[in-house]
């Protein structure tokens, strides 16, 4: 079929603009270069869509399934969902599973369900396509779908949903509640993820069916974007996807739509562990192809898109009604819920919240908008789009959702075409139609403890119809796949030539006042990150003052240089800047990303930050209130509560243990945050800039906007680390948790030391993906838990080996032991090189992420500062897989040793506590609202 070429991708380059005196001018609407792209269609009816990019090092393969939840099959809830795992598995020609192959080229593989598709997405080094292009082949035809893949996947899937769902404080708003209560005739009312008891019901014969059914290439998008030429893709395609036969049979579907809703409704709904009520208002959505969609994604940026948002202005800044509001505004094609999720302020009425709430959505359908406050959010939003255009990944995902949702891979550009073009009175007659107030569905959510006696009103009525929803999947007709005998098996192709991947040069000079200044000109995308470093952080915290550095660090962003909270965030906002103020360990760092175009404007408000910030008393007592609503919710999470409790036995006796509690929030003045910034100044501090400036522009910039810095303190100095103390056990009770967290923590030294690099290895041997000890030994071969794995986090005095997982309350005791012989394995059963050399490649494929996107990048450059790294290392890191001598790993090895490691296990500890104390009998038992500071 002949190919219809809509555009070729522009990639712009941006001169920098004198940086101006005084506030910045309002911004004209931010270009965001169209994504150009290839389509045809395949004769077995497979639909192809290819974006090239010959400067890239690497190529997505994402493949769109038009099959998600509203086809589960009827009393079977979950299928879709199933499905996304078990195409990971074996097939004719992998026996060693899909996910095993990928992971063995280096490439990222993932997956998920929505409404109305799945996505199969797998990215890495360009010279792997044609094998990427070959597994998705035989994932389609080849599936081998047998009882054991399919009960320990159904496993998984039950623990997936007890994480999302049950262990989660509020995790049944968006998975149960919302779906249960916005729709009643639609296949989207139907509990997100679907039931276990459903899942239960299914046997072998019905998993196979399903497949045939719509696994199949009249019903996918392959979407594929990287450095590749388009005839030889052609070629690859055809071979390996073309030749799939297309079934005669229809597609099964649901089609029962959803009439208007004509009368509003109110739930008041009740959950284990919540910390603080929410209030929820929710309408449907307008469908993928309407027009409004483009108004509602603005009309959601009004309302809540960051703290100069109308509803975080006004419920949780100005009136202190809450303590968070976000919304749930998530791509359907017929049109899901549009949610407004307000989490209280301790101590508030719900009517009281509500009663706000409904001022602002009375205003906003019948109040003027402003002109510069819809271009502000509108810049924010287009600024969003553009940075989510940097990698291959991002763009792949962005074609091949327009194409799956619309049938048009071009809508997403036309998307943001349409809210260029939307007026004031566009947006206000849009919420006019969006949000009627008889169609409004409000849920009230509390702690189960304030329900009614024998209330059942937030189960919803229609339960019985629900269940009967659903679609009717005929048997399968082709004979199951199976594993073919060794010497019948087709060989995946080749790699192709190798692109080499760019590291970008990396310059480091000093200003004239000391400021360190570190470029990396990364990325031909209109695009800039400024990330300035400021020793100190939260190590550095006065004794008692725990969580100084982060209320400083949320302050200075909290208004500046005559700017109010409000209107500093709105600026940034006009600007499509984004800016995020974090209190790391060591260092407090503040990442500013915008459009190139807008880089020096967005910088000047960066430098008001730093060096002009009002840090109002008021805005103190607002985000003390903030931090405490945040310790609220951790105590009441299993995983959050873990990671707190994991931190202070790992870093026992040094600054790294101290936690934030309501005792030390509560002590912290505005005079004690005028202090600590007081302590920030230049010699001691980094900034780094990537993106698209160029050496020489990053330098001017940075002198305009930093050269006149001084400090009147002395640097803040490195804090000695002690010794590691002996390993601890710690247990948490949260009395009708869902499930526990399990974690295992290892205190490792500096960055430097010469155990670093057999160190990183054996984290990924361990625990580095689907493929590694912990995930195989407790995801796949048990199905105890939804994931396993492990990271390394590391500070200039040392760091951390985390391993964690989450799993049904019953089974805690063996996650810890499991988690524990993974680690003990390394002494004894060590891979082979072959298999050392394919972690290497998985570690580098990791490493390699971090030069794709102009902020992660500077985020990873500020992990090297930070650490004292020399900044030379990450051309190495970055070029590719670094050896790992055998010594190395040795070291590794004694370091990780099962007897260095601290416990923690966090849940409803009466459920395992005593076969855990036969297993450790000198246990550290704790309450979640106890855990302190050093």
Known sequence: MKRLRIASVALLMVPVPALADGPPTPAPAIAVPPIGFTQRTLPNGLRLIASRDPKAASAAVYVFYDVGQRDDPVRRGGFAHLFEHLMFKTTRNLPQGAQSYMTSLGLRANASTLWDFTIYNMSGPADQLERMLWIEGERMRNLVIDEPAYVSERNVVKEELRQRIFTQPYGRILYTLIPGFAFSTHPYARPIGGTAADLDRAGLAEVRAFHEAYYRPDNAIVVVVGNFDPATLDRWADRHLGGIPRPTAAIPRDTRDEAPRTAPATVDAYAPNVPLPALIAAWRAPAARDPDRAA???????????????????????KKLASSVISYNLPARD??????????????????????????????RTAPLDQAELDRVRNAILGSALAGRETVDGRAYALGEAAILTGSAASDDALLSAIRAMTPADVRQAAVRLFPAERRVTIRYQDEKARPAGYVGDRPANAAAVDAMGTVVPPAMRPPATIAAEGERETAPSAGIAVARSVPAILDRRLPNGLRLVTARSSDLPLATLELIVPGGDAADPDGRAGLADITAALVMRGAAGRDAAGFTSALDALGASLVATAQPDATTLRLTAPTTNI?????????????????PAELDSERKKQLAALQLAQKHPMQTGLRALQQAVFAGTPYASLPTPQSLGTISASDVRASHAAWRPDGATLIVTGSLSGVEAEALASRLFGGWRGDKAPVARTPIPTATGPRIVAVDLPGAGQSAVLAGYRLPPRGDAAFRGVELASVIVGGGSQAWLSQEIRQKRGLSYGAGSEITMRAGGGQLLAASQTKNESAPEVVDLILAQFGRLATDMP??????????????????????????????????????????ATRELSGPIAVTDAQLARAT??????????????????????????????????????TTN
């Open 296 to 318: 509602l994604l603005l009309i959601d940026a009004l309302l809540t898109g960051g703290p100069a948002a109308r509803l975080n202005r006004v419920l949780a800044n100005e």
């Open 832 to 873: 082979a090189p072959a298999q050392r050399d394919e972690r290497a490649r998985f570690l580098a494929n990791m490493r390699a992420t971090q030069s794709e996107r102009t902020a992660s990048l500077a985020d990873y450059l500020a992990t090297l500062v930070i650490t004292g790294t020399p900044l030379t290392e």
């Open 894 to 931: 004694a370091l990780l040793a099962p007897s260095n490691a601290d416990i923690v296990v966090v849940g409803d500890a009466k459920q395992w506590i005593d076969t855990l104390r036969k297993r450790f009998p000198v246990i550290e038992f704790v309450s979640s609202n106890t855990l």
């Open 335 to 364: 049109g899901y819920a549009y949610a407004l999720f307000v989490t209280l302020a301790d101590g508030v009425k719900l009517a009281d919240t509500q009663a706000a709430l409904d001022a602002e959505l009375d205003r906003l």
């Open 600 to 616: 020096a404007a967005a910088g000047a408000l960066l430098a008001d930050a730093v060096l002009r910030p009002i840090l109002a």
